[in-house]
């Protein structure tokens, strides 16, 4: 198994959503408001390899969520923007429910497909769990 593969992959995937999302969502007013999950009412849920792609490029800044808000957020803003997961990239909430949940859903089969392809066991955890089990 090779990281650097897997890393490579999962940027692929995070482009294809970019892609694919781009003009189906009214734009994201970056308020921040939906990375506190606490307040929010939200949970986001991210893949084995999506923590090995953030691993690679967060290795200094990995730290745990202790009140419920993402650790990334800062002034209401992302300071990870470019290494965001896909729940990030793809959850809008002026966006179309139904576009989210269909491309949601192809994001997690090539996310998946990674997995079997580089013999990695699939795991598909909540953020601040699959956070706690990183630091
Ligand atoms: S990674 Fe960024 S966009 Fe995603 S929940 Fe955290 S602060 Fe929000
Ligand atoms: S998706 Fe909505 S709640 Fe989340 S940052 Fe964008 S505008 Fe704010």
Known sequence: ???V???SAVAD???WIDQTMAGKSPDCKGC???CDFKRYDHRLYITSVELE???HFMADRLRPMTDGICPYRNDNKCTVHTHRFAGCRIFNCRGTENIQADISEQAIEKLKAICQTHDTPYTYTELSKALRNCV
């Open 53 to 55: 792609y953030f691993k």
């Open 32 to 34: 921040g408001n939906c």
């Open 13 to 15: 995937v995070y482009k």
């Open 1 to 3: 198994m090779s990281n």
């Open 5 to 7: 593969e897997i890393v």
